[in-house]
């Protein structure tokens, strides 16, 4: 499979993660464990889109000098329309990190850390089936085609969903996770394991833990095959998907106190998914240009959030 990733661009783009995320701990180090503020949020969300765009900003420059003009504006252009799905991708990743801590009643305090742990994990998983997604694509071509239509049919089953509320208690990993483990009936601050009663025990911050990078696992499975319909370039692929997480935690507490506000946002990410799926069941008859998709998924997401402000929902409307 071909690729724009030399060794010199995974190297600065290794070294340009680490650097970001070692900057992220310091600042959550310092400051402790807090309750983080909604200003706070969008401070730190502006600064990793930054950090995105400057990134991307470098490769278009890079690219341009030695690969030529045409090369890079569409690598960039292939940049920012994964990035763009991912992020709205990772809106439903937010809402059910919500429901999790809502469910588990995490103090607002250690959200931050519980998210820090979650998006290294998340970064490990998604890497590893980043590849053997680009591997089976370079060995099976036909596995596009299966891709395609599991990205249709998620959002067939994303709108038809819009609206129910889940039942976490129903969920089956948490029921696994309750009979393999002992769980302390209470938080110990940050811990992960206490004694209770003179047990060793799980907190239930460790389960929060394992459901959230549960979670993300669930959603890797829509998120990487759609990425892979808007470029086959693994490391646009694998750099959109990273850059689009490590600005997730920001987005969580920006987002989290105004999920209801968006309620039509899922109808408008199922759409985005049917078009990707669509596409990528057509790349053999007809190559749907990227461009294209990125205007259609910003048309679409900037309509279905102007729509959830001007259309109460229902429960509301009465």
Do not use: C
């Not at 310091?26 to 400057?54: C, D, N, P, Y």
């Not at 990993?173 to 309750?178: D, F, G, P, Q, Y």
């Not at 394991?193 to 829509?222: C, E, Q, R, Y």
């Amino acid at each position: 499979m071909l690729t724009t990733g030399t060794p010199l661009l995974w190297s600065i783009f290794a070294g340009f993660v680490v650097v970001a995320l070692l900057v992220d701990f310091f600042a959550m180090e310092k400051q402790g464990a807090h309750k983080v503020s909604m200003q706070e949020a969008a401070i730190w969300s502006l600064i990793w889109v930054a950090v995105s765009f400057v990134f991307v900003g470098w490769l278009w420059w890079y690219l341009g000098g030695t690969e030529g003009n045409p090369v890079a504006d569409a690598r960039a252009l292939e940049f920012i329309t994964g990035y763009l799905v991912e992020k709205a991708l990772a809106v439903d990743n937010i809402f059910v990190f919500l429901l999790v801590f809502t469910y588990f009643a995490v103090p607002a305090e250690y959200h931050k850390r519980v998210l820090m742990i979650g998006i290294l994990g998340a970064l490990v998983l998604r890497a590893i089936m980043i590849l053997v997604g680009a591997w089976l694509i370079a060995k099976f071509h036909w596995i596009l085609y299966f891709f395609g239509a599991f990205l249709v049919f998620t959002g067939i089953k994303m709108w038809v969903a819009t609206g129910q509320e889940p039942d976490l208690g129903a969920n089956p990993a948490l029921k696994w996770i309750r009979r393999h483990m002992k769980i302390a009936p209470g938080y110990d601050g940050e811990k992960f394991f206490t004694l209770h009663n003179g047990v060793k025990m799980a907190t239930p911050l460790f389960v929060v833990i394992l459901l959230i990078a549960i979670v993300d696992v669930v959603f890797a499975v829509d998120s990487i095959p759609a990425i892979f319909a808007i470029t086959m370039d693994p490391f646009i692929v694998l750099t959109s998907n990273v850059f689009a997480i490590l600005g997730l935690r920001a987005m969580y507490f920006m987002l989290a106190g105004m999920h209801e506000r968006f309620h039509l946002l899922s109808y408008g990410l199922a759409i985005v998914l049917v078009f990707i799926g669509t596409k990528m069941l057509l790349l053999d008859i007809f190559k749907i240009p990227v461009s294209w998709s990125l205007g259609f998924t910003v048309v679409v997401l900037a309509l279905t959030m102007i729509l959830s402000l001007k259309i109460p929902p229902r429960a509301a409307a009465k």
